[in-house]
């Protein structure tokens, strides 16, 4: 179970410390702030920098040769998250039809097995289009869910009575005057006003 966030340490300690308790980063593998997602999934050579919890605003540079569970880490990348985690090692047996399948999927086995991070292997779970969801899917295929109370709001408000009764008079008034538009033809002298309101 892996922790991505964009948002520096501070805001997430402060966050998940409200929502879950103090104890919080017990539930992660790995737990990366400043992650600066999407260049998390499509740069491949951002390397991973440990964060003093201590001080939570600075951050080490001394080289990370793996993530351990109860430290936090900063920015670094899809590929190098997966060889620190090691989880290519779980699929290590390739033989020349694996070789020849990784290359018709645009794949480059240097080290990295990245057929493990595609498709089905991966649930990701996030609360931003742009900066979660997207790259994932377009990259890697993975499947995705969005944590989108906004969308809630936007159900329950359409909804409303008074909504829906907007939407239907505006959808009568539409097209009553397409129908008016057709009645006429094409051939009726239009105002330059006409013109604005037609399909």
């Excluded at 440990?50 to 939570?56: E, F, I, M, R």
């Excluded at 931003?128 to 993975?142: C, I």
């Amino acid at each position: 179970l892996i922790f991505v966030s964009n948002s520096p340490f501070w805001f997430v300690d402060a966050g998940m410390k409200y929502v879950i308790g103090d104890n919080w980063k017990d539930d992660w593998d790995a737990i990366i702030t400043s992650a600066g997602k999407p260049r998390f999934y499509t740069e491949t050579n951002r390397p991973f920098r440990q964060v003093c919890l201590k001080d939570s605003e600075r951050i080490t540079y001394d080289r990370v040769t793996k993530l351990e569970k109860d430290k936090v880490y900063t920015e670094g990348c899809i590929k190098e998250l997966a060889r620190l985690m090691k989880w290519n090692d779980n699929n290590n047996q390739t033989n020349q039809d694996d070789d020849t399948q990784e290359q018709k999927q645009g794949f480059n086995n240097n080290n990295f097995n990245e057929l493990f991070l595609s498709g089905s292997n991966v649930l990701y779970v996030g609360d931003s289009l742009f900066a979660d969801l997207v790259d994932a899917k377009r990259e890697f295929g993975w499947t995705t869910a969005g944590v989108t109370p906004e969308v809630g709001y936007e159900m329950e408000l359409q909804r409303q009575s008074y909504f829906v009764s907007s939407q239907q008079s505006i959808t009568l008034l539409l097209n009553a005057l397409r129908h008016l538009q057709h009645i006429l033809g094409p051939t009726y002298p239009h105002s330059k006003e006409d013109c604005y309101v037609m399909d």
